[in-house]
């Protein structure tokens, strides 16, 4: 397993600003993913992380609107940017394991006003 | 394409009685699959996973799963309801050797248990 863990845990947000959202993990990992599951919602794949490369984005997320940041193989930031009430989710990151498994950090909570 | 659904957004029983979370998937190639809980306020963790070996697969907490090719069915069962398994339980499939971005997630089931 991995012990994963996000920073910050959840905050309210004006529209129009932007949030960085860590997330640590107690091993190295070749890949991060991070995800959004709005509200009642499932999840769905923002990005995927690798270090030293730029993230992969998938289709209708682009990076204008969430930077990603890896910068070693225990850390990945996601920035939402120029928010709007449309953006309140539940920000996750995640990790691979083996034969596909993820493990998850405990998300953040975000609301925007 | 890949694709899973969970029939059921809602699921209630009452403590002790079983648990039946149903999941269906469609997959040109034989996937591997996952059970995920989220309890509140919380990640999701993972329950168990099929990967090919035993169709029958035991997970944490008691639940268990069966791999039914023939009705492409992966349900979550449980033979006796804890209030402390109350949560959203996701089903979620991938093609098998690829990586985790292409894990497909269902809607969801939250499951309530009553006293």
């Known amino acids: 397993s991995a012990v994963i863990s996000q920073k910050p845990s959840r905050d309210i947000c004006q529209r129009g600003t932007s949030l960085t959202i860590q997330c640590q993990v107690d091993s190295q990992v070749t890949m991060m993913f991070w995800y959004r599951q709005q509200p009642g919602q499932s999840l769905t794949l923002i990005a995927t992380?690798?270090?030293?490369?730029?993230?992969?984005?998938e289709s209708g997320f682009v990076i204008d609107k969430f930077p990603i940041s890896r910068p070693n193989l225990t850390f990945s930031t996601l920035t939402v940017s120029n928010m709007s009430p449309e953006d309140s989710s539940i920000y996750l990151c995640?990790?691979?394991?083996?034969?596909?498994?993820?493990?998850f950090g405990p998300g953040t909570r975000l609301t925007v006003t | 394409a890949q694709s899973v659904t969970q029939l059921g957004s809602h699921v209630s029983v009452s403590e002790g009685a079983l648990v039946l979370l149903r999941c269906n998937y469609s997959s040109s190639v034989p996937p591997y699959l996952f059970w995920y809980v989220q309890y509140p306020n919380q990640g999701l963790q993972l329950l168990l996973k099929y990967t090919s070996a035993a169709t029958l697969v035991k997970g944490i907490n008691g639940f268990e799963a069966e791999f039914k090719k023939s009705e492409t069915s992966f349900h979550l069962t449980k033979p006796s309801a804890h209030m402390s398994d109350a949560a959203e339980y996701f089903c979620a499939v991938s093609p098998p050797y690829s990586s985790a971005s292409k894990i497909i997630f269902g809607s969801g089931t939250r499951l309530s248990i009553r006293p």
């Open positions: 992380a690798n270090q030293g490369s730029e993230a992969t984005y």
């Open positions: 995640s990790v691979e394991r083996q034969e596909g498994e993820q493990y």
